[in-house]
């Protein structure tokens, strides 16, 4: 018998902060492009999404230097260095990216005192001494925020090493990464936060080895019986019911137009 490849399933994955990162990465962009960000790729194959007074800008970068796979960041001038910098890995879903971006698509169009504004002040010293990272943890222990006290250089946190707070998931085989600097608008912060923490469920069309290889905790539920499902009970539905042909004037068909789909970006999928 020849060998039939295993063909994807759609499964429902929740909590989505263990789902992982095998989704389209257009829709996490398509937010900016809605709002008129310009988009355009490099000879490597990286994106860049741009705000029209080019003082915003996301990048999306799988031929990258590291595992950092989205670095998002504006500032009041073009040419200046950011005010303010949030990045993603390569195993961050792309929901909690698409939340960001959604987010900051709305801010933009709000201003810049929306976009730019004022960041969540950072802790301070705690009876003469540097005070430990205040981390913040899931109900289910496997989303943590923790927070960095005390100065940061801005050079350093815009060069992204290092960053005032720090998002993780996941054990450690399959751990995510997110960062943000210290002057990250604190809606912005609040949205990512949220979006970090939520454990709402996601779509992912998977094969049975890699809901096998899903994280310890994720639970992947089939969206609908497999092609063999359906085969199987169509074979037993037709030994036992005539089918009858419904008249064809009794069929009605309806037609319409799509809205026009925002411009497609290519942006390949990190390799493992």
Same mark, same amino acid.
């Given at each position: 018998?020849?060998?039939?490849?295993?063909?994807?399933?759609?499964?429902?994955?929740?909590?989505?902060?263990?789902?992982?990162?095998?989704?389209?990465?257009?829709?996490?962009?398509?937010?900016?492009?809605?709002?008129?960000?310009?988009?355009?790729?490099?000879?490597?194959?990286?994106?860049?999404?741009?705000?029209?007074?080019?003082?915003?800008?996301?990048?999306?970068?799988?031929?990258?230097?590291?595992?950092?796979?989205?670095?998002?960041?504006?500032?009041?001038?073009?040419?200046?260095?950011? &005010? +303010?910098?949030? *990045?993603?890995?390569?195993? =961050? @879903?792309?929901?909690?990216?698409?939340?960001? #971006?959604? %987010?900051?698509? $709305?801010?933009?169009?709000?201003?810049?005192?929306?976009?730019?504004?004022?960041?969540?002040?950072?802790?301070?010293?705690?009876?003469?001494?540097?005070?430990?990272?205040?981390?913040?943890?899931?109900?289910?222990?496997?989303?943590?925020?923790?927070?960095?006290?005390?100065?940061?250089?801005?050079?350093?946190?815009?060069?992204?090493?290092?960053?005032?707070?720090?998002?993780?998931?996941?054990?450690?085989?399959? &751990? +995510?990464?997110? *960062?943000?600097?210290?002057? =990250? @608008?604190?809606?912005?912060?609040?949205?990512? #936060?949220? %979006?970090?923490? $939520?454990?709402?469920?996601?779509?992912?069309?998977?094969?049975?080895?890699?809901?096998?290889?899903?994280?310890?905790?994720?639970?992947?539920?089939?969206?609908?019986?497999?092609?063999?499902?359906?085969?199987?009970?169509?074979?037993?539905?037709?030994?036992?019911?005539?089918?009858?042909?419904?008249?064809?004037?009794?069929?009605?068909?309806?037609?319409?137009?799509?809205?026009?789909?925002?411009?497609?970006?290519?942006?390949?999928?990190?390799?493992?």
């Amino acid at each position: 018998m020849p060998y039939t490849p295993e063909k994807p399933r759609e499964y429902r994955v929740q909590p989505r902060y263990l789902a992982g990162s095998e989704a389209d990465a257009t829709d996490a962009i398509t937010p900016l492009l809605r709002a008129g960000w310009a988009a355009s790729n490099d000879e490597l194959g990286n994106a860049y999404v741009t705000a029209p007074d080019l003082t915003a800008r996301l990048a999306f970068m799988p031929e990258g230097r590291d595992s950092t796979l989205w670095k998002i960041s504006a500032g009041p001038e073009a040419t200046a260095m950011p &005010r +303010w910098l949030v *990045t993603f890995d390569d195993r =961050v @879903p792309y929901e909690i990216v698409q939340d960001f #971006t959604t %987010a900051l698509a $709305d801010a933009y169009t709000q201003g810049p005192g929306a976009y730019l504004g004022p960041g969540k002040p950072a802790p301070r010293r705690v009876a003469g001494r540097w005070t430990e990272p205040i981390v913040v943890q899931s109900p289910d222990q496997l989303v943590t925020r923790a927070t960095r006290p005390g100065f940061l250089p801005h050079a350093e946190e815009m060069d992204d090493t290092s960053a005032r707070w720090l998002f993780e998931s996941g054990p450690p085989e399959h &751990r +995510w990464y997110a *960062t943000a600097s210290s002057h =990250v @608008p604190a809606p912005l912060l609040e949205t990512l #936060t949220v %979006a970090a923490f $939520d454990p709402s469920p996601v779509h992912r069309y998977l094969r049975r080895a890699e809901v096998a290889r899903l994280p310890a905790g994720a639970v992947a539920t089939p969206t609908a019986p497999s092609p063999l499902e359906v085969a199987r009970v169509r074979a037993a539905t037709s030994r036992s019911v005539t089918a009858t042909r419904a008249p064809a004037a009794a069929l009605a068909y309806t037609t319409s137009t799509p809205p026009p789909a925002p411009p497609r970006v290519a942006l390949a999928r990190p390799s493992r």
